[in-house]
């Protein structure tokens, strides 16, 4: 009888394990984290800067930045696709021209929640290299950065851009405007806040503000991203890496989530939550904000 028993035993052992063998795919399968699920971050826009006649900048071996933005925007787009809720769509699918007012105003057509200019440097400096998130300015700080917009906005058409001179009232008179500005920068800090956690050993230059013509006409949150030096030695070969897309979308998904938790708080406020929610929720939506601040070198009054 115990003989019997201790075979039974055996056996439902062998069994359990046979069982725990056949159902492991479907363990390691259920296991596999859901999408991201985002309420009002619903469609995004990813910009890959340049393209067609305008190359962008010539980074080491010839490579072209408008190939390299495609393939971030391409990348990026595939991995938001799998991890988030939020629909994906780029301002150019090929190597043609867009013209620089057509981008945002594709996103706007669009009706985007969120657009994210997809742009990569160079110097005539090697030794230049790091990340850096633009934001739209709204003061003089921006006269820093004209040399950058200039520089990444001389080539193909321009669509007219440079004729209208940009005017921060025209901004700030806009209520619609002036609620995508505050959570454009709440997006950009919390990109900034991932990129420097994500991409450790990567260079962090900062959260800037800069009057970027992509920027300007958008009627949603926008950034521009630089993803770095392509001119660098090391940071190009860095940025060439097929891993390194899906880096910069982990981040950019940090940044949707704060983005979308954002607009949440604000509707609730709308709704009559109060306005201490309202002011809880600036910081909640955004706990390293004053990290990111010290890191933004040439940020100023925000
Ligand atoms: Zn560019």
Redesign the pocket.
């Known amino acids: 009888m115990l003989k019997l028993i201790a075979k039974f035993r055996h056996s439902a052992r062998r069994l359990f394990w046979l069982w725990l063998l056949l159902c492991a795919p479907v363990v390691a399968y259920s296991a596999e984290p859901q999408p991201v699920a985002l309420r009002h971050v619903r469609r995004v826009v990813l910009d890959p ?2 393209g067609g006649t305008n190359a ?2 010539i980074g080491i071996a010839g490579i072209a ?1 408008k190939v390299l ?1 495609l393939d971030y925007a391409n990348a990026i787009a595939a991995w938001l696709r799998t991890h988030s809720t939020a629909e994906v769509l780029l301002t150019r699918q090929t190597d043609t021209d867009v013209g620089l007012r057509d981008r945002p105003r594709l996103a706007n057509q669009w009706q985007a929640d969120l657009l994210i200019s997809i ?3 160079s110097h005539e400096l090697p030794q230049a290299s790091g990340m850096e998130v633009f934001f739209l300015a709204a003061d003089a700080v921006a006269q820093a950065n004209r040399q950058l917009v200039e520089r ?1 906005e001389g080539g193909g058409p321009r669509d007219g851009v440079g004729a209208i001179p940009w005017s921060v009232s025209g901004i700030v008179t806009d209520l619609g405007a002036v609620a995508a500005h505050s959570r454009a920068e709440v997006f950009a800090l919390q990109l900034a806040s991932a990129l420097q956690k994500i991409r450790k050993d990567a260079r962090f230059r900062g959260v800037k503000q800069a009057p970027f013509g992509v920027l300007k006409e958008a009627k949603m949150p926008a950034v521009v991203l ?1 993803v770095g030096y392509i001119s660098h030695p090391l940071e190009s070969k860095d940025l060439l890496d097929k891993k390194t897309p899906a880096l910069f979308a982990q981040a950019i998904l940090a940044g949707m989530v704060a983005l979308d938790t954002r607009i949440d708080l604000e509707s609730k406020q709308e709704s009559g939550a109060g306005p201490l929610q309202g002011e809880r929720s600036h910081t909640s939506a955004n706990p390293r904000r004053h990290k990111a601040n010290r890191n933004s070198g040439n940020r100023n009054n925000h």
Do not use: L, R
């Open positions: 800067g340049h962008g900048s930045e933005t742009h990569a440097n990444e630089e």
